[in-house]
């Protein structure tokens, strides 16, 4: 298999056009123009589209009009263009779309910064947009992980009809590292889509792609039906991984870059006996809870550590449950935390558990 | 018996919602009848708004996106650059198309795009009980404007056949009316003309049609034809804008 030294941003699109998505809608905002750049190139060579629309509001409100039409979208921004493109998202979820958005924060509020940061983390997972709906939020920390839960996205949005957001950060958009991609990729068995707005060929009785029901019962009935759902995938597409924490007394929780900074940290408190271990949420949601939780039942302390001024934390706190204490280390603004800095909360922890 | 009068195919069998008076009923049905006459019903996809006509999603046999507040015509692209073989339309009234969703609109136009819109003009907001609009009237007396629309604090109507006739991307713009027999006929040849531009691949092509909202203009259905035709039409001339085709 070829090994190709790529772009975390490029890395993406990439693996977005294999995975069968021959539409995207971008707008430049830093730092994830290179997905644009990258589709606009690509994108014409294999039949497919690259539009710069005029606003994120607009690639996002195309991409629900290509997938409403049947065929995978893609769009990508930074934190202020997600904010913009957040009530086109909410529509995709009412009207049960499955596209893939991608987010490469930035620090925030506001224009905020442009280095990177996990800032994002209550808006992906929580509070979006307005109106009861989730997004599978996957949260890749190497490029390589870039590269397969991408394809994974499409297959997840189009299993459920809902739309999924990449996340990642400022470094994984920029920092180049190998990877390859399957020769050829075996997706899920997949439902055909007809539901799609492609034409009845008068063959068929009209389809609606809509997200207004003005009758209280019927629209209470479909959102309890997309939350059965949203409860299957919890059941079903829960992904993290874990280092050394069978015998942790503390165990760091981190995501994205920022687990790889959080496992070397944990290596250098292991080299001086700390037993420390590592959860890494794969899937931001749904929240990897169950092993926090039985891991809690043994670990002394948990860290949560984000490029943020604690968000992920919330989540750990419930997932442990008081059966363990559960500490925060964060950077933010687009600083990132060096080993040192959650080695020394390490210590400070540790020391404080004996 | 021979049947000199039907309900055109693409047009659901169902009540319309809309109040007495009002003219998107009228409009629907030419939208319909031509999709009917072109036979375009099976390759169609409506694109509705959010306002008085979003529910044409129930109103056309056709396939149809609900899309939100102005968006439609970036909706409208997503779906035609999916596609490119089908016929793709946008209805959107005035607040949707001329304010919230002024940006799509001109880059929709500016770009070219191979679609149709079919833009109803009754220069107010009606599904939340007659607001201003972008092309409310000078003087016009609504809700928001209960002293009447005054430009030191509202400015001016927003007149997009003349604004988007400006641009070199649109293929054809036309303003009509459906306030009488001549002039409804005048509009079905103009959406007819709308709708085989963008068959032939000529690209954007819209209509404006000045209508009215007797519900919540106050008046009677008789007085608010008489009020579009003595206080709207000299704002908004009918005629065309512009016709790359009639160079042709």
Redesign the interface.
Known sequence: MEKLLMKGNEAIAEAAIRAGCLRFYGYPITPQTEVSAYMSKKMPKVGGLFMQAESEIAAINMVYGSAAAGVRAMTSSSSPGISLKAEGISYIAGADLPCVVLNIVRGGPGLGGIQPAQSDYFQATKGLAHGDFQLVVLAPSSIQECVDLTYEAFDIADQYRMPVMLIGDGMLGQMMEPVTFPEEYKGRDLPEKTWATNGTQMKRKHNVVNSLYIEPNELEKLVVERYKKYDYIKETEVKYETENIKDADVVLVAYGTIARIAKSAMQKARNEGIKVGLIRPITLWPFPEKIISETAKKAKSFLAVEMSMGQMVEDVRLAVNGQADVHFYGRTGGVIPTPDEVYNKIIEIAGGAK | MSVVFDRPKALADVPLHYCPGCTHGIVHRLVAQVIDELGI?????G?APVGCS?FA??Y?????????HG?AP??????????PD?IVFTYQGDGDLAAIGT??T??SAGRGENITVIFINNAIYGMTGGQMAPTSLVGQVTQTTPYGRKTETQGYPIKVSEMLSQLDGPYYIERVAVDNVKNINNAKKAIKKAFENQVNGKGFSLVEVLSTCPTNWGLSPIEALDWLRDNMMPVYPLGVYKDKGANE
Request: net charge neutral; glycine share 6%.
């Open positions: 019903e099976g390759k169609t996809i694109v979003v999603y129930n056309f046999n056709c396939d149809m996106v609900e899309a939100a968006r970036a909706v409208a692209t997503g779906v035609k650059r999916a596609n089908n940006a799509e001109v880059h």
